[in-house]
């Protein structure tokens, strides 16, 4: 992967396109609904109301960023905390790009600023997704009894997830799993033999200590996301509990995941909005806390990640601090 300017100004493009795209989308909505009721919800985010949001959103990145360390130490990789955050953050700037470059992206600053190369850090790309993926099915879980008729689907989910976590830690087991998918494909050899490599060095990351700390740190970051979102309701007047809020926005995530589009635009949005409904929330309150709570998490952090962005390139330029990776 080579990130150059001429790659950085297409993404730049990209991203400034989508978040038009979303303000364009939100406006039209918002006519829809009417411009006074969405104006009374709006005058009661007050300042200190939006700074408490946003210094929830910022908990989450750092619980991420430190779990993001925390796997690279365990592979090997000498990276100072403040490297590795500020990486880690710079990665937002693309989230809402296709193939996930963000997350490419703090792989080149490994390989350009420190030397080590792409084969030995995917498996952090692939610890990182499933991370994330493992703390909000557990706060669905925690969330869905407020929501029963849910509860089959997320229960399907949770079992995905261990299931996925065992293989991840059972390497002989997964590495069998990409010999048979080649059998059956019988192309792109060196791809198949990146994943072997990729999941036998995964398996150090899923064993019971790495694991639970990951999830622990995931579970608190995606928390406190659940937390300004219950927090924001409540201000705006509706009358939701912790559990309920908790697995509105935890089950919105997973749902705009699914999706694969870049950043979850549109699935978690609608996701959202229904379940709001679905508990008695007017239509008015639950546009503007979607639109609000979207703002604060999803677009702060790639508002972040741009200001980020730019330090990093000049990180990684400079002569790498400690010792480089052969």
């Known amino acids: 992967m080579r990130f150059t300017s001429r790659t950085a100004r297409r993404t730049e493009v990209f991203v400034v396109a989508t978040l038009i795209a979303f303000a364009a989308v939100t406006v039209a909505a918002g006519l829809a609904l009417g411009w006074d009721g969405v104006r009374r919800h709006l005058v009661r985010l007050d300042p200190a109301l939006l700074s408490g ?7 989450n990145y750092l619980a991420r960023a430190e779990r993001w360390h925390l796997f690279g130490r365990r592979l090997g990789i000498r990276i100072s905390h403040r490297r590795s955050a500020l990486y880690y953050i710079a990665g937002f700037a693309l989230t809402t790009t296709p193939g996930k470059i963000g997350e490419a992206l703090r792989l080149w600053f490994m390989e350009r600023g420190h030397g080590y190369r792409y084969e030995r850090t995917v498996p952090l790309l692939i610890a990182d997704r499933v991370g994330d993926l493992n703390a909000l099915i557990l706060l669905c879980v925690f969330g869905s009894t407020a929501f029963l008729g849910y509860f089959w689907i997320v229960g399907g989910v949770l079992a995905v997830m261990v299931a996925t976590s065992f293989l991840l830690a059972s390497s ?25 490599t990729a ?31 219950y927090w924001l309701v409540g201000a705006f007047g509706a009358d939701l509990s912790l559990r309920q809020a908790t697995f509105i926005f935890s089950f919105s995530m997973l749902a705009g995941a699914a999706t694969m589009i870049p950043g979850g635009l549109g699935g978690a949005e609608a996701t959202m909005i229904a379940l709001f409904l679905t ?19 999803l677009w702060f952090a790639t508002a972040l990640g741009f200001c980020a962005l730019p330090v990093a390139l000049r990180a990684v330029r400079a002569p790498a601090p400690g010792p480089v990776a052969a």
Do not use: H, K, Q
């Open 53 to 59: 949001l946003l210094a929830l959103s910022a908990v």
């Open 279 to 297: 508990t008695g929330v007017d239509a008015e309150t639950a546009f503007v806390t979607t639109a609000v709570i979207r703002g604060t998490t």
């Open 199 to 229: 999941v036998r060095r995964n398996a150090t990351l899923f064993r019971p200590g790495p694991l639970v700390a990951a999830t622990a740190l995931g579970g608190a970051g995606w928390l406190a996301e659940c937390l300004a979102l």
């Open 172 to 196: 002989r087991r997964a590495r069998r799993l990409i010999l048979i998918a080649y059998g059956v494909v019988g192309r792109w050899p060196r791809l198949f033999a990146g994943a072997r």
